[in-house]
Structure formats: C-alpha cells, structure tokens
C-alpha cells in the first residue's frame, strides 16, 4: 500500500515528520525575522491588523510562501538523490502542493474571523442607531468578505481536483505492484477483488480521510492563538468560575469528553465491518463460481451463505444504535454549547456582537478539528477493515509476521503466514 508510491515508507515519514519540526521550530525562532533580509519583514508589533483580502499578500505571507517553498525543495532533493522512486514526484512535490493549498484555505477561514470583529460590531451600531453610515459603505464591508469567499472557494476547487489526481495515481501504483506480483498473489482467496475493489476503497477513503485529518491538525493549529486572543473577553466558565485559558480549556475537554464516549461506544465496530467483509467476499466468491460451474452456487449453498451474511449485518446495525445515540447526542449538545460557555460574559455585557461572532467562530473551528475522530468513526472503521484485507494480502510479498488477528484470518482462507 505504502511502499509502491513512497520511498523506503518508514524512513520516508519519519524523515518528513523531523524535517517538518525543524522547519516549524527555525520559523518560531528566527525564519520568520529572517523574511526582512529580503524585504519582506514579519508585521509590526501593535499594528491593526489587515481586514480582507489584503492580508494573504501582506509580507509576513509572501515570506512563509517562500520559506515553504524553500523547505519543499530541499526535501525533495534529498530523496531524488538518495532514494529514487518513480512516483517522487506525485508522492512528495504534489502532496506538499496540496498541504500547500490547505494550509492556505485555513489562513482564509482565519482572516475571515478577522473581518468579522469589526464588520458586526459597525452591523450593531447601525442596528442600535449609534452608528452612521452610507450604503457604500455597507456594501464595501461585504465585498471584503466576498473576495475572501470567492478566492477560498476557487482554490478548494482546484485542490479538490489535484487531491483526486493523486490518489488516483497511488490507486494506480498499488495497482501496479500487485499486478507484478499477481503469480504469487493468485492463490489468496479473493485476490481479484482486493487488486480491484479494495484498493479502489481504500484510495477513495483516504481521499476523504486523509484531507480532513490534514485541514482539521491545521486548522487547529491556525485557531488556537485566535482564540487564546479573543478569550480576553471571558472572564469565567459558568459552574467552574475563573479559570486560566478558559476557552481553550472548555474546548479541549468538551472534545476529549465526546471523543472518549464515541471511541468507547464504537469499540467493536471495527471487527464486526471486518467479519461483514469476510463474509460478503465468501458469497460473492462463490457466485462468481457459478458462473463458470454448474455444480457451484446451488440454492442450499447460497442460502447458508447469504444467511450469514444477514446475521452480520443485523448485528452490526444493532451496535450501531447505542453507537449512533451518543454520536448524535453529543453533535447536537455541541450545538449550543458555545453559547453555553459565553453566557455569563453575555448577561454582564462584557463582549460584543463581533466579539460574539468571533469566538463562536473560532470556538466552532478549534472544536470542530478535535472532534475529527467523532465525525469521521464510521469511515476509520472501514478504512481499518480495508487496511486489515490489504494488510493480509501484501504480506505474502513482503514476507512479515501478522498480527494474531490477520494469522487467524489467512489461516482460514487457507494460506500460511510467510513469515
């Protein structure tokens, strides 16, 4: 899975995740000073900050797109010369390309938050009559918005369209080796299915997994100082009181809470998708037989075997009941529970209605991202049962012992650990 579309897969991601701490820790403690040598200077400190569009091309920005780029490249010509892999280019230059424009998209929602402070504090001014303005005026607010909208919008698009080419291309790879490999592969039961089926689910999953894992850790990342600086504005929890850094303590154990109970409630989830698979695959293998042999497929045997697969499914839809009440329960509590934690500072008018809309905003944002393991549960649990068919699949080539779970597997499908 890994090893046909990156080079050396351990050492590859151990080496990104070093040179990518390095990168962060040199930007934090000196690279980002290091941009007024080419002209290009951090912001000042207590300068307003810029509304709008502007801000993506202030200097701060242009310097961190170099800086990135530099980074990229440097990489990139470290694994060109010491490991050489076909697909280098689809593995490491484009996938920087698309943490690239993730990263840029988060930096839109970011400076949208900004726009709201000052734009909803002027809409309550004009609604309490305090406030004088002109419709160009409204109108300029607004279209700073739109300019935001409009340009987060085009390069979602683009990275949505360049996300789907690269997993397709990592389909393609997988594919590949395989194929090379499909003298030594035959013999697996269901081999024909895993080169096809599976690895077209486990690209088309990781797809969607793999980007919102990504945009949720950045995101996280790009909100937590926002709402570390907005929290001035609230002074206590209600119940708890005043506490230090209450907006992030409120956020990180309101996501732990529901993470913990979706996790728990969710615990044999996996293996029973993985038993569905298991028996799914002995039903379709068997049809597959009838339609070369007379004597295969006949009612009785397919009776039993569809029967099977009716008991799996029926009792994984009853776990998914209790799975489902606490999944839901907790999203719509998460509903109110920002105004929940506001609500004292509200009742003593100590924020405004751009205030408000900020920390709602950036509240939503941080909680949003750690609840990535709550949203996304049922489609970890089938990438877990894909992984775990792959997994027994390319271990013949690769020779490694399985875990009991996958020995156990191979050893009913008839095939022998090669380890």
Known sequence: MFVSFFPQPKLFFSSAAVWSLAAILFWFFGGEQLGAVFGLPPAMAGAPPIIGIAILMSPPFLWFYLYFAFCVAVFYAFWSWYSPHPWQRW?????????????????????????????????????????????????????????????????????AFIVSHWIFRWRTAMNNYFVENWSRLRHIEGASQRIQED??????????????????IMTLIAFLPVMIQLQA?????????AIPQPLVVAALAWCLFGTISVMIAGLKLPGLQFRNQRVEAAYRKELVYGEDH????????????FANVRHNYFRLYFHYIYFNVVRYTYLQA????????????????????????????AFGKVTGSLQFLLTSWSTIVELQSVHKRLRAFEATLLGEPLPDIDQRYLAKQGVEDPA
Do not use: C
Request: hydrophobic share 50%; no cysteine; proline share 3%.
């Open 334 to 361: 998460d509903n109110i529970f920002s105004l929940l934690i506001l609500g004292p500072s509200l009742v003593a008018h100590k924020i405004t209605f751009g205030a408000l809309n900020q920390i709602s905003n």
């Open 199 to 216: 690895t077209m689910r486990f690209s088309q999953i990781m797809e969607d997994l793999g980007s919102s894992f990504v945009q949720s």
């Open 233 to 241: 504005h609230i002074t206590e929890l209600p119940i708890i009181g």
């Open 91 to 159: 593995s490491i230059l484009m996938t920087s390309v698309i943490l690239f424009f993730i990263y840029f998209n988060v930096q839109v929602s970011v400076a949208v938050n900004a726009w709201y402070g000052p734009f909803f504090d002027y809409v309550q001014g004009l609604m309490s009559g305090t406030g004088k303005s002109t419709n160009a005026e409204f109108y300029i607010g607004l279209a700073d918005f739109s300019w935001l909208a409009l340009i987060g919008m085009n390069v979602q698009v683009v990275n």
């Open 294 to 305: 007379a004597d295969r497929a006949q009612p009785a045997t397919t009776a039993e075997l």
